[in-house]
């Protein structure tokens, strides 16, 4: 028998292996397919949540304002900035303070009207008020240029993946009775929404699970195709090899119902009649 390549018994092995070894290509590049669908659909998600929720912010936002609920619409956002994936939801004003965090925009508001005492209760009021994540060269090209149109973009944050979402906060005439009219803006919402995490863990989900299906089915296969075929066939190999050399007494066996048991069956007629022919030679 041939020495085998590798850890290769023999080379009929080493093409059956071959054959494993495709298949298993096949369904790995599936599952990277799937990886990368999974991705593309998270990613498709993450936008949509972030999409849903600037829109739904801003219109109770507005409706908050319109009613005299200012301390509803900081509320509101007090309480998003805690949702899970949530990270960032701040109301970024024009000079890129943060809203809700100190009391400049009260102070404002009172030159016009009288303000409710509510509107003050648990209100922060920071000294050194500076939004995050205002350095982002997209987000200071959206309040340069003071449209109202939603900006989307991905940024990293302490070393995550997000999606942030930007949405200007125009200053309408029915505002202008607290807020005045010389701005255009009110300020802009900025969600950002985190993805990485999600995505890593169903990333190594799938890529575990499938390690070691892989190398289940690998074991599995080679297995299955020793004892169906190598076996036998090595076997015969052997018994043919003893035959050539003279033992030709020994019935060959072989304990399976298909081809290889037809051969092993025909070279064993082959040997009973060699036999028969020797013991006639014999005779004479
Ligand atoms: C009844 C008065 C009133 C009206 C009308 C009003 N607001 Fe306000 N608004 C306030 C007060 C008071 C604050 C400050 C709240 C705080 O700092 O806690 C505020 C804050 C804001 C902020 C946060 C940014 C900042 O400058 O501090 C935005 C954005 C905002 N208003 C948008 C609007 C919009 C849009 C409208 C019109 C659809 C509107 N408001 C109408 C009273 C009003």
Known sequence: MAMGILWFKSRLELKLFSIVIIIVAGFTALILFTINKETEDLIKKTR?????????????????????????????????????????????????????????TIRDVEKRTVIKKEWLENHPDKANNIAKGIDHAVFKDLLKKGTAATVEYNEKVEGREVFTFLKPIANESRCFGCHGSDKNLRGILMVSISVDKD??????????????????????????????????????????????????????????????????????????????????????
Do not use: C
């Not at 936002?61 to 701040?90: C, P, S, T, Y």
């Open 48 to 104: 949509e949540k972030a999409s849903f929720l600037t829109t739904s912010v801003v219109t109770s936002l507005q409706k908050d304002m319109i009613e005299g609920r200012a301390d509803m619409a900081r509320w509101l956002i007090e309480d998003l900035k805690a949702m899970k994936g949530v990270e960032r939801l701040q109301i970024v004003r024009t000079d890129g303070t943060e809203a809700f965090q100190d009391l400049i």
């Open 199 to 284: 995505m890593q863990s169903i990333r190594w989900h799938l890529i575990i699970t499938s390690a070691i299906t892989v190398a289940i089915v690998i074991a599995f296969l080679r297995a299955l195709t020793n004892k169906i075929i190598l076996n036998p066939i090595t076997h015969l190999v052997d018994v043919v090899n003893k035959i050539s050399m003279g033992e030709i007494d020994k019935k060959i066996e072989i304990k399976s119902n298909d081809e290889i048991k037809d051969l092993a069956d025909a070279i064993d007629r082959l040997r009973t009649s060699m036999k028969m022919a020797i013991e006639k030679l014999y005779k004479r």
